[in-house]
């Protein structure tokens, strides 16, 4: 079974740091781009950043720019989310998810609660 397990979230204040990671079985890490996603309350998700995999290629939201890095280790099938400078605005719960092109497959972790306040 494809699993997506996701760790890392919690509380932080303004100004802080997290580091996200979500460790993926069950599939073939490498042919999958994997990308982050956040969803805020009451609204839809929003695409956080993603990388690619062979280059790892990234792109980020120009919400996040300068401020958080994505990253992945294939021999390890996890990708991580480094998120620096953290605002208020950044509280959300981050998803991860792991996209197929190729075939439309598309996988997500359960989420993991980001909340920053002081």
């Known amino acids: 079974q494809v699993q997506l397990v996701e760790s890392g979230g919690g509380t932080v204040q303004p100004g802080g740091s997290l580091r996200l990671s979500c460790t993926a079985s069950g599939l073939i890490f490498s042919n999958y781009v994997m990308r982050w996603f956040r969803q805020f309350p009451g609204k839809g998700r929003e695409l956080v950043a993603i990388i690619t995999s062979s280059p790892p290629n990234t792109n980020y939201a120009d919400s996040v720019k300068g401020r958080f890095t994505i990253s992945r280790d294939n021999a390890k099938n996890t990708v991580y989310l480094q998120m620096d400078s953290l605002q208020p605005e950044d509280t959300a719960v981050y998803y991860c998810?792991?996209?197929?092109?190729?075939?439309?497959?598309?996988?997500w972790g359960q989420g993991t609660q980001v909340t920053v306040s002081s």
């Open positions: 998810n792991a996209l197929r092109q190729q075939v439309g497959t598309n996988h």
